[in-house]
Nanobody
């Protein structure tokens, strides 16, 4: 499975961005999908995950109420809608896929099998 993330950019605090991640080369609907963020000097941190149906989601505390993860299996794409952005949201955002539609939502990056290339999100104050 190859993942291609897009949608990052520079935005002012309080603004919004929508990240997209399109998969190819596999059965998208059989994968749990997740978003992670990484800042220099820190490990990748969990942001959000979504089940293969889209019916179950999980969020980091920092993302709850501001970010929404969704997916369109017909388009092989997962989204991360980010609202009320803060400077501390500045990071490279990665999408990831975990094999096994029933394996459950995971927050540990080591539980994911495939990774996109990352897209930079910069939030100015």
């Amino acid at each position: 499975v190859q993942l291609q993330a897009s949608g990052g950019g520079l935005v002012q605090a309080g603004g919004s961005l929508r990240l997209s991640c399109t998969a190819s080369g596999g059965t998208f609907s059989s994968h749990i999908m997740g978003w992670f963020q990484k800042v220099p000097g820190k490990e990748r941190e969990f942001v959000a995950a979504i089940s293969w149906t889209g019916g179950s989601t999980s969020y980091a505390d920092s993302a709850k109420g501001r970010f929404t993860i969704s997916r369109d299996n017909a388009k092989n794409t997962v989204y991360l809608q980010m609202n009320s952005l803060k400077p501390e949201d500045t990071a490279v955002y990665y999408c990831a896929a975990r094999r096994g539609a029933t394996s459950g939502l995971r927050k540990n990056p080591q539980d994911y099998d495939y990774w996109g290339q990352g897209t930079q999100v910069t939030v100015s104050s």
